[in-house]
């Protein structure tokens, strides 16, 4: 304490002592004077400022603790403006993002546009009947009954709207023939106006079904006989062996599911 009012007296000394200085430079003002003058004024100024200051060095917050407080105060105040204007998400802005999710969605494909994609754009198109269109599996069975399985029919319809379809089947005597023209006919599928009667072929042996189709020369066959779809891939662009397993030899031209309207329905 005794120091401060020392250099504190010191001062009113060199402050009286700068007086009659200034007054004795008054009468022989120059350049040079007045720059004296204006160095002395700003160590003065410095000096007291200097000793005016806090004398223990300010204590800083470490810098972690510093951005932390910092984000905290910010996080404070968002969330008390948050509070006080009452701003919640707006019902209408929910809805119109909803809109927005269901315009961008992927717009799902019509059976015909799937039937004419797994068809390679294939416009010739031969099929058995037995297992694929129709529910009975052999000839024999052929006797008794022929019936259209109603899963098949869409597909089998819009296969017919663009595709020349030829439909044909092994059979033991001409009622059995008579009997699967009428389940096509009953099921609809001559009204389509893709498929006629004539189309439907029948033979009394496999060889003949595979000369049939071997004549027609189709992009596609459709087929449940594995040893028959064997034999045409070397002449038959695409096949489609309908079947519960795999075949046992399969050519690389030649596709394998379990029905008609599943291997449509795998896109």
């Not at 031969?126 to 000839?139: A, H, M, Y």
């Not at 028959?228 to 075949?247: D, E, G, M, N």
């Amino acid at each position: 304490m005794a120091d401060k009012d020392d250099f504190l007296q010191l001062i009113k000394r060199f402050g009286a002592f700068l007086t009659v200085k200034i007054s004795n430079l008054l009468h022989s003002l120059d350049s040079r004077s007045v720059g004296a003058i204006a160095g002395l004024a700003f160590a003065v100024v410095f000096t007291w400022r200097l000793w005016r200051s806090p004398s223990g060095p300010q204590r800083r917050l470490p810098k972690r603790q510093a951005a932390t407080s910092s984000s905290s105060g910010v996080r404070n105040h968002s969330s008390a403006n948050v509070a006080t204007s009452g701003i919640t998400p707006s019902s209408e802005d929910s809805n119109a993002q909803n809109v927005i999710d269901e315009f961008f969605q992927p717009v799902k494909p019509t059976l015909g546009q799937i039937v004419r994609q797994r068809l390679s754009e294939g416009r010739k198109v031969t099929c058995r009947l037995l297992g694929v269109i129709l529910e009975e599996t052999n000839p024999e069975e052929l006797q008794q009954q022929a019936t259209v399985r109603s899963s098949v029919l869409e597909v089998l319809l819009e296969i017919t709207k663009f595709c020349d379809l030829y439909l044909m089947e092994r059979v033991l005597d001409d009622e059995s023939e008579r009997k699967v023209l009428l389940a096509l006919e009953n099921a609809g599928v001559f009204t389509s106006g893709g498929l006629v009667k004539d189309k439907v072929l029948f033979c009394s042996t496999e060889i003949g079904r595979t000369s049939f189709v071997r004549q027609l020369e189709p992009d596609w066959h459709i087929d449940t006989n594995p040893e028959i779809t064997f034999q045409l891939a070397r002449f038959i662009k695409y096949q489609l062996h309908v079947s519960a397993t795999k075949p046992e030899r399969t050519a690389i031209n030649v596709f394998n599911s379990t029905s008609l309207e599943q291997f449509f329905g795998s896109v």
